[in-house]
């Protein structure tokens, strides 16, 4: 579930050389948005058609001789697992029940190193992962090194630390004059905008984050409620642009170009905060 490549970036910026990269990914726009950025990635198909035995990497798209995987990471979807679900939230049972994919491939390659990463989920389900793993996920909340308000839970079996809080400012990244997403005054939109005192609830309106430090946590889609934010514009207001989207996950400023908003929201959100995942990764290279 290797999305844009996140993984890649993080690697990258965390200073870890890569030998070979193997990403297993279904969805095409995100599979172009790596390929587009990368031209190591190594691209092996749907995770249930992958497995490991005898130093060999079974894939949809080739077998790999390998003969040691150092670093196995992954995140899997979480919309059966979170909190905000509140119609569909089956755990295991539901969309989310691709982890356990994941978990099998963790248990055939077993890896010198993992790092997993899902939404913030109810206790049992948590507990359920923890057991799984054989570690207790940590929350990290993505605003300690980004804009974002982003609270996620990542299980490792190295030692890692929370970050620091860098006190990064959405005031210090917000497009100004801008009236790029402006939304017209629909009825829908209306409900959205909540004169400007949404509370980010589906009944209540989004957040009005024009005087912000922090937006709401990404989603796959701006243009409903609860969605990151929205930015007063002109004598209305706008969604975030594809840009402070793209600086909110910490990602390359123009990573997702080539691609239409709509295309772009859906592979931002379902990212990771890059650089959550470079601070994790840092403490490889002390070990």
Known sequence: CDGIGGGRIALDKAGI??????????????????TNNWNDIIHIGDIRNVSYQDGVLRTENGNYEIPHIDLLMSGTPCQSFSLANVYNRNGLDGKSGIFLEALRILREVNPTYFLFENVRMG?????????FLGVNGVEINSKLVSYQNR?????????????????????????????????????????????????NSIKGGCLNVTHADKIMCITTEQRRCPNAGLVECEDFCRILT???LELA?????????GFSYNQAQKLIGNGWTINVIVHLLKHLTNI
């Open 123 to 131: 206790k049992e389900s948590k507990s359920q992962l923890d057991e």
């Open 249 to 257: 996950q910490t990602l390359p400023v123009g990573y997702t170009s």
């Open 17 to 34: 050389k890569v030998d070979k990269y193997f990403a297993s990914e279904i969805d095409k726009n995100a599979i172009k948005c790596s």
């Open 151 to 199: 609270p996620r839970i990542y299980w490792t079996n190295f030692p890692i630390t929370i970050p620091e809080d860098m006190n990064i400012s959405f005031q210090d990244y917000i497009e100004r004059n801008t009236n790029v997403g402006k939304l017209n005054k629909s009825k829908y939109y209306l409900k959205m905008w909540a004169d400007g005192k949404g509370n």
């Open 242 to 244: 594809q840009r402070e």
